[in-house]
């Protein structure tokens, strides 16, 4: 059922095209800010916590742990599980655990990326690794 | 799901000065005090889930009123699911975290019963949260109590200092809280 899901195709902007090439690669992309240091997700061109312009584009291992999760068992679309993962490189994230069973997640399961397609750009999941 | 209801609706508040106020033949309420935050993700930054930015705008509130979660006899607070408002409870300082389950529980939000009268509109949960904007209606019932104009099953007796709180976005990218404290002139 999961993968016979639709998603949305996502509207970029100049501030993301390179995430979203990265991610016809299956890469992906968040920043860091080589004026604080900070690593962050999702990417902008202003680092959120220090405002320099000066953020670059660092690639991600993929690799993330649930930092929690909710089921929807019923909607629309079939059930789904929303969560916030954080990545190895630090950022948190909010997204979707796919291909899964969904009673079987828990908090502080390993995960890894897993990239959904779309009519354009594929979309970023996490899956249990 | 336990998730307020969807509803039309509206509302409106006069704000004015105490001369014009007084010539308008209601009881008056003044705001003695307000704070308002925000929390957001900070780009995935130590990310903590389990507190909003009430903890923030709730005590700026009650410091600038001069006032103490204690004192207040009427408690109007945004009601979005039941994790809303017992998240609020405790950062607002009602109750201890972690406490808010209990609280709510022992029956203190019952008007005529417990120690924090509360959404006694039905607040959104039960009443209304017309066209996705739940903040107005809980101002107007703050106050209704205040004015002793509150449905007479409900009305709190001698109400004269209430607080309205609100939050929204809190799992999302631009999560902010605000809180007001009015009082009876």
Request: charged share 20%; with cysteine; aromatic share 8%.
């Amino acid at each position: 059922m999961a993968d016979a899901k639709k998603y949305p195709t996502p509207q970029g902007n100049p501030e993301t095209t390179q995430f979203w090439e990265a991610a016809k690669q299956g890469k992906l992309l968040f920043k860091r800010c080589t004026a604080c240091g900070e690593p962050h997700y999702f990417p902008r061109s202003i680092c959120p916590f220090c405002f320099s312009d000066k953020t670059v584009w660092e690639e991600s291992s993929g690799e993330a742990t649930i930092y929690t999760f909710s089921l929807m068992r019923k909607s629309a679309a079939g059930p789904f599980a929303i969560a916030y993962v954080t990545l190895k490189e630090g950022p948190s994230l909010q997204t979707n655990i796919v291909d899964c069973e969904l009673d079987k997640l828990k908090i502080g399961q390993k995960v890894k990326v897993v990239f959904k397609p779309t009519d354009g750009a594929p979309l970023p999941f996490f899956t249990p690794a | 799901m336990d998730c307020c209801v969807v509803t039309d609706g509206g509302g409106a508040l006069i704000v004015t000065t105490p001369e014009i106020a007084k010539s308008l033949k209601k009881p008056l309420v003044r705001m003695i005090g307000h704070g308002e935050a925000m929390k957001g993700p900070r780009g995935g930054k130590d990310l903590d889930l389990t507190y909003s930015a009430g903890v923030w705008s709730g005590p700026r509130a009650f410091e600038e009123a001069g006032v103490t979660p204690k004192d207040i006899k009427y408690a109007s607070i945004y009601d979005s699911f039941t994790i809303t408002v017992l998240m609020q409870l405790e950062d607002i300082g009602f109750c201890k975290k972690g406490e808010g389950g209990k609280f709510v529980a022992d029956g203190n939000l019952i008007s005529g019963v417990g120690k924090l009268p509360f959404n006694t509109d039905g607040g959104g949960l039960c009443s209304n949260h017309p066209v996705n904007r739940g903040g107005m209606t809980k101002i107007i019932e703050a106050v209704r109590q205040l004015r002793g104009e509150a449905h007479p099953k409900v009305q709190v007796p001698n109400c004269d200092l209430a607080v309205a709180h609100g939050t929204g976005g809190l799992l999302g990218v631009r999560h902010a809280a605000s809180t007001c404290i009015l009082e009876r002139a």
